[in-house]
């Protein structure tokens, strides 16, 4: 059968891109390879360990409770709270007696067939930088922090280590069809800002959500959002907000039930079915949709981000 990633090509060096393949044109700094990894992580300051202190104080109020299971043990497994800023190498021997994982630093956000071709070989590329005090609340770019913290203890849960390794591989096929935006939010929808049904409720397993205290309330407990449950099909037709809290969240019933949902899913069908861009806003709920909250959407009706509107 046809799934998600095949044909795959061989992962074991970078594959030569197809020439009508489009990818984001992004300047690769000088000091850097193909691979686009820095040589060696960044010498962080005193202050630079600080921020991520604080940072990790802070989401330590607010994730007991809202953050799965897996990635709470994930911390534990890793000794994240061992203060600083965890240094790669350590991390990586780690996890890889776990998973088989790695984590690599890059400069930046990179191609998206470099991310993908690190994901298939089970190397997770994380932000070198961390953000300042004046950026703390808000940053453009993901930081070591959001990178780390946020997607690294959920690799050390076995099935969602190689969910992740098979998106890697599937990103090939959906540049293949051009259906990399529809892929995107199956990306955003899970591994960012995915929930999952755990102890009677819905707890967050997505970094973007774990790596940011208000989100992590909000996607878990207000009423403004709608939580649905996944459907790979909907929600790669759905458009998703970059700058703002979401009006919606996807659920799963578990990390297996994803896993089925998309690995063992005929996407040669999907993507010849999908239109280029979205069908649905982001804050739409339709038939199929298995609702397990319809949000009043109050948050973004007052205007969202910006407007001081409160996140309820
Ligand atoms: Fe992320």
Redesign the pocket.
Known sequence: MATLADPQPDFATLPEMAADVFTAPLARPAHVGDDWLEPQQTDYTADDHGVWDDLFARQMEVLPGRACSAFMAGLDKLDLSRGGIPEFGKLSEELGALTGWSVVPVPMLIPDHVFFWHLANRRFPAGNFIRTRETFDYIEE?DVF??VF??VPMLTDPTYADYMQEYGRAGWKAMRYNRLKALGALYWYT??FGLIEEAGSVRAY???IL?GPTEARFAVEAASPNRIMLNVDRVMRTDYVISDLQPTYFVIESFADLYRQTVERDFDRLYRSLPAGFTYANSAVIDVDNVLHRGTQEYHLRGGRGSGAVPV
Request: aromatic content about 0%; overall charge negative; proline content about 9%.
């Open positions: 993901p959001h990178d946020g997607h591994v960012e997505g970094a973007g790596s």
